[in-house]
Antibody, heavy 126, light 106 residues
Framework: QVQLVQSGAEVKKPGASVKVSCKAS????????MHWVRQAPGQGLEWMGIINPSGGSTSYAQKFQGRVTMTRDTSTSTVYMELSSLRSEDTAVYYC???????????????????WGQGTLVTVSS | DIQMTQSPSSLSASVGDRVTITCQAS??????LNWYQQKPGKAPKLLIYDASNLETGVPSRFSGSGSGTDFTFTISSLQPEDIATYYC????????FGQGTRLEIK
C-alpha cells in the first residue's frame, strides 16, 4: 500500500534551517510528482512547491523563493524539503503530498493530492 | 495567483441534515477543483476530484458539482464521523486552497 512517512518534529531557533524528509513506499517513486503543503496552527493549507522525483526539477511558490529547496534521493525513495532563515511565522505542520498520475501538462503539474504524509511539526522559537 | 473564496467558514448542522459548502474562484478554472476533508491532527484526505468525481472508497453521501468559477460540495445526510474541516483546492495553475469550512454537530 502507498505510504508517505515523514521525519519527526523539529524545534528551531529563528534564522536556522530545517530539513524535513518524506519517505515513499508502495509505488514507483519516480513516476509521481511530490508537492509540499504547510499549515500554520489553526490556519488553512498553503502550497509551497513541487519536485519531480525522476529528474529532480522543482518549482516553488513565489513566497518561498530563495528560502526553500526541495531535493530527492532515488536510492531511498525519499524527498526532502529544506527551509532556511526560519522565523516564527514558519511554525507549522509541513506535509508532503503525492500528485495523482496523469495531471502534468506542458505548463503545470498540479491536480488532486491522493496520498499525504502524516505531517511534521516545525516550531520556530527563541 | 487564483484566489478561492470558500463559505461558510463554519457550519453547525444536525445528524441527517443536508450540508452544502461553496467555493468561488477568482477566475475561470474549468473543473480543476478538488475537495478535501481534514480531521483534527490528521492530514487532509481527498474526497472529490475534478469537481465532481468521487474518490474511491469515499461514501456516496459526499458529492461535488460546478464548473468555471462556482463550485458546491454537498453531504446529503450528515453523519457524526463527518465532523471535520473541509477545503477546496484549485489546480488550474499553481495550486491554492480555500480558507476551509469547519463543520460541527448541532
Amino acid at each position: 500500500q502507498v505510504q508517505l512517512v515523514q521525519s519527526g518534529a523539529e524545534v528551531k531557533k529563528p534564522g536556522a534551517s530545517v530539513k524535513v524528509s518524506c519517505k515513499a513506499s508502495g509505488y514507483t517513486f519516480t513516476s509521481y510528482y511530490m508537492h509540499w503543503v504547510r499549515q500554520a496552527p489553526g490556519q488553512g493549507l498553503e502550497w509551497m512547491g513541487i519536485i519531480n522525483p525522476s529528474g529532480g526539477s522543482t518549482s516553488y511558490a513565489q513566497k518561498f523563493q530563495g528560502r526553500v529547496t526541495m531535493t530527492r534521493d532515488t536510492s531511498t525513495s525519499t524527498v526532502y524539503m529544506e527551509l532556511s532563515s526560519l522565523r516564527s511565522e514558519d511554525t507549522a505542520v509541513y506535509y508532503c503530498a503525492r500528485l495523482r498520475l496523469g495531471y502534468c501538462s506542458s505548463t503545470s503539474c498540479s491536480g488532486p493530492f491522493d496520498y499525504w504524509g502524516q505531517g511534521t511539526l516545525v516550531t520556530v522559537s527563541s | 495567483d487564483i484566489q478561492m473564496t470558500q463559505s461558510p467558514s463554519s457550519l453547525s448542522a444536525s445528524v441527517g441534515d443536508r450540508v452544502t459548502i461553496t467555493c468561488q474562484a477568482s477566475q475561470d478554472i474549468s473543473n480543476y477543483l478538488n475537495w478535501y476533508q481534514q480531521k483534527p491532527g490528521k492530514a487532509p484526505k481527498l474526497l472529490i476530484y475534478d469537481a465532481s468525481n468521487l474518490e474511491t472508497g469515499v461514501p456516496s453521501r459526499f458529492s461535488g458539482s460546478g464548473s468555471g468559477t462556482d463550485f458546491t460540495f454537498t453531504i446529503s445526510s450528515l453523519q457524526p464521523e463527518d465532523i471535520a474541516t473541509y477545503y477546496c483546492q484549485q489546480y488550474d495553475n499553481l495550486p491554492t486552497f480555500g480558507q476551509g469550512t469547519r463543520l460541527e454537530i448541532k
